[in-house]
């Protein structure tokens, strides 16, 4: 008799006693270039494969970070009965961290919105200028939970943005960090509806097989 | 007048030889490097003292081949404890390493 522990009847699927600790690494590059999986076998677009055109970039030391949906929520209110359901549409995903590694400025200055690099030994320089809103990056963010066997999860975002203003505190005795970094997701229409604004993947060949 | 036509057509000869000749040192003094980072690069090639100027990631440029061996050491970036980190970037790439590795096998 399965009741006497309160376990419901009928077919149920139990969650795995396995933790996610720590952030993923965050990579990021020109949405222009296509993805690696364009798409995979399974439909699903997904990670970066770097050119000499569209470079990856890797974002160094980031802390505080979380990955947050925003949606518009609605209700459904009656008179009758007050709320009946909830009205949701998803805006956009958003990758939030700050960041200690300023190195090299050509990956610094995407995060910052700065303009293009130039570098005469032994200088290199950017502008902070007016914002080039028409930049749009692809983002691959995996974590690897198991390195023994290299099992790990990934999400890949298709179209983002760095938003809001950032801010670089510089206290004595601390290293530099910029806070407030915010890549945002945007919805990419190329891309199927169920994976409009990315997707998230896990490998594991001991349990998925 | 013959004697001096045929000596007319050896100097042309010689001429298009050397020209050839020229053609192929030329060739194998330069290669042709492509920037793989996003910047505006000003380099002097230490060899030479040339002022090379790349503009952008994927830009590709002709390099005197002996500037073009100390360009290719070229490398930045690395964070040491990152576990994503693939080591320092390098700068350039020759353009056509497949071709070129065919060519000496």
Known sequence: MALVTGTPLG?????????????????????TASPLFNPDGDGFYWGLSGTATYPIYDVGCPTNMSLADNLTVNDVLCDTVGVKSTIQQRNYVEFTF??????????????????????TAPTQKFGLGTVNNSLYYMVYAPKVYDTDVGDY?????????????????????????????????????????????????????SVIT | MESRSSSERDSKRVKVSDTKVETKKESSETVRLILLRDLKLNIIGKST???????????QLDVDSKDAEEMLKKRSGACGGCP??????????????????????
């Open chain 1, 11 to 31: 077919t149920i699927t139990s969650q795995e006693d396995l933790y996610l600790e720590g952030g993923p690494s965050i990579y990021f590059q020109d949405a």
């Open chain 1, 98 to 119: 700050d960041l200690q590694s300023f190195f090299p400025f050509d990956n610094l200055r995407h995060i910052l919105k700065g303009g293009a690099v130039t570098e």
């Open chain 1, 153 to 205: 999860v990934w999400i890949h975002l298709n179209r983002c943005q760095f938003v809001d203003p950032w801010t670089i505190n510089m206290s004595f005795g601390t290293p530099w960090t910029a806070t407030g970094i915010k890549l945002r997701a945007f919805a990419d229409t190329n891309k199927p509806e169920t994976q409009k604004f990315g997707m998230f993947g896990r490998a594991d060949a």
């Open chain 2, 49 to 59: 003292g040339k002022l090379y100027r790349f503009f952008g990631a994927g830009y």
């Open chain 2, 84 to 105: 994503s980190s693939i080591g320092p970037t390098p700068y350039f790439d020759l353009v056509a390493l497949a071709q070129l590795h065919i060519l000496k096998l």
